[in-house]
């Protein structure tokens, strides 16, 4: 399978507990999105990278929030002190950007997403 | 920052029928509307977009259509089949501000 992957695809963490989630892109793409949906809503933004670079964060991405992409690849979503309204569906998406436009409208493909329940 | 609102929130229609969804956009900056098809569980899947360069397009059974004047777009899906029930999303801008959603459900 050559989509975007995430993992794990269903977290259960008690309040206060730390957690992180991971995003694998469609190989060649060198942007990557997250995105946080909750139930009966569309998703929303928290950030993006170009390659290792993030290049934009919404206001939604708490301090508790931080995401990483160290090469370029894969990414990472860490949420620390876990508390029950984090609890939703965190979804990843990649595409391809070209000519290094920062705000060009390249195709996002959307990953399964990781559904994080916060007790 | 970019709104879009979209309508219905629910639409039920019988198979074979035709199925319309709106949405509405306040950014006159906004160049990009993709439409999504989400199933229970899944990500969001990519089913049509559309740049504002042109004004409409199709594909197979699906079609965009977007007025930037009045900031409005709309998705068009023809000869509805029961797989086409699931959570329709509309987007706007690069960094995909989406619409509520709206659940369309085609009756055998």
């Known amino acids: 399978d050559t989509g975007v992957s995430q993992d794990p695809r269903h977290k259960i963490t008690k309040r206060g507990q730390n957690v992180t989630f991971r995003c694998d892109p469609i190989?060649?793409?060198?942007?990557l999105y997250w995105y946080r949906q909750t139930l009966g809503q569309g998703p929303e933004f928290l950030t993006y990278?170009?390659?290792?670079?993030?290049?934009?964060k919404s206001r939604l991405l708490s301090n508790r929030f931080s995401a990483e992409r160290p090469k370029g690849s894969f990414s990472t979503l860490e949420i620390q002190r876990t508390e029950q309204g984090d609890s939703a569906m965190y979804l990843c998406?990649?595409?391809?950007?070209?000519?290094?436009?920062?705000?060009?409208?390249?195709?996002?493909?959307f990953g399964p997403g990781t559904r994080l329940t916060v007790l | 920052g970019e709104n879009v609102e979209q309508h219905p929130s629910t639409l039920s229609v019988q198979e074979g029928d035709s199925a319309v969804i709106k949405c509405t956009y306040s950014?006159?900056?906004?160049?990009?509307f993709p439409w999504y098809k989400q199933e229970l569980g899944k990500g969001p899947q990519l089913i049509i977009d559309?740049?504002?360069?042109?004004g409409e397009k199709k594909d197979q059974r699906i079609a965009v259509t977007l007025n930037k004047t009045a900031k409005h777009f709309s998705l068009h899906i023809t000869e509805t089949q029961p797989e086409d029930s699931a959570v329709y999303f509309c987007?706007?801008?690069?960094?995909?501000?989406f619409g509520a959603g709206t659940t369309v459900t085609v009756r055998a």
């Open positions: 998406a990649s595409s391809l950007a070209g000519g290094g436009a920062h705000r060009s409208t390249d195709t996002q493909y």
């Open positions: 190989s060649e793409h060198n942007r």
């Open positions: 990278f170009q390659n290792e670079a993030q290049l934009e």
């Open positions: 950014d006159s900056a906004s160049n990009y």
């Open positions: 559309i740049r504002s360069n042109v």
């Open positions: 987007a706007a801008n690069y960094k995909l501000s």
